[in-house]
């Protein structure tokens, strides 16, 4: 509570100083009387205020403080503009049209908020499920900017996109390309993976919103979210069990395994299971042996979230030595991908972020089969792998 109670100065104070170095006599009117988003309750890593001129997001894209990395000053009147930034405070006018979005989930957030005409951009189309960007790219309106590892620089320098939504580490000094800031096109680096929670991930909504003026949509679409998630938590209170369960694949020699502090963690416990690594103190993942893997999960009741498999077969296929565990044994492997495009990549990636009380009804469905009756819908995500 305190962290947060301190946020709305800092963000007036920072913009004071910004606003002092433009030696603008209009920036401090416009930064006058801005009044910070209240509504925004779960999500720690960013932050917005606004005022009549100017909306201001605040990001902390720093894993290891919550310092800030990045302000971006989104204007509502292009007569303001200050014409002359410091150092990683970047200028924008509402609402941005040419949105370079690096990742399905980015660019699913902005069709969920009604906005695909500014979509001018995504990583892969291969990772893509929803039908609207699909179409956008086969008639030739949306590029393709990483088809590999990394986005094509030229093409995007060339794109000369209003600001471009990426992912990040959570590591300030290598998460920006130095080439797109030499650029000067305004990144915007989403580490919703270092909140702690489902609906602390999913009010990163309310963060994209800002950028197009949907805040009042976004709020809408979270709301629901929130109520949904809530209620769905509370119906685990009357589940008989708690059965035990652990996540992922091998791959290569490192089984990696979300921490007992991390939102898949709190996803299982609010779906009313016991995480097998619910004990341990990480947000992110550990780094883990087959042996230290089946050492505490060999009698584990369930097994989720197999990467791209779909039967045992295809699963033992990567390591015979997976037959062993309890899981296996009784037949209860899920995975997430019971929706996915040709490629095998699911739904869940693009939009269960946005809609964590769809990934928590389907936990519940496969922990609480007793429970069904009161959901009423089958599940979204996940499947039985057979």
Known sequence: ?????????????????????????????????????????????????????????????????????????????????????????????????????????????????????????IDNIDYINNPAIINKFNAGKLKELAKGPQPDLEQTIKLNPDVVFTFGMGEPGTDINPKLALAKIPVAVSVDHLEKTPLARAEWIKFFAAFIGKNKMADSVFSAVEKNYTALKALTESAKTKPTVFNEIKYGDVWYMPGGKSYVAQLLNDAGATYVWKNDTSAGSLQLSFEQVYAQAKEADYWINLSLVNNKAELLSYESRYAEFKAFKKGNLYNNNKVANSKGYSTYWETGMIYPDRILSDMILIFHPELAPQLKNDLYYYKQIN
């Open 1 to 121: 509570m305190q962290f947060n109670s301190l946020r709305p100065l800092a963000i007036v104070c920072m913009l004071f100083l910004y606003a002092c170095k433009t030696e603008n006599k209009n920036s401090e009117s416009v930064f006058a009387g801005l009044k910070s988003d209240t509504t925004i309750r779960h999500a720690r890593r960013f932050a917005i205020a606004s005022n009549a001129h100017v909306t201001a997001v605040y990001l902390f894209g720093n894993r290891h403080n919550f310092d800030t990395t990045s302000t971006f000053l989104i204007y509502k009147d292009s007569l303001v503009h200050s014409m002359k930034t410091a150092k990683n405070v970047f200028e924008l006018q509402m609402p941005c049209k040419n949105i370079a979005a690096l990742s399905s989930i980015y660019a699913s957030m902005l069709c969920d908020l009604d906005y695909i005409e500014g979509l001018a951009a």
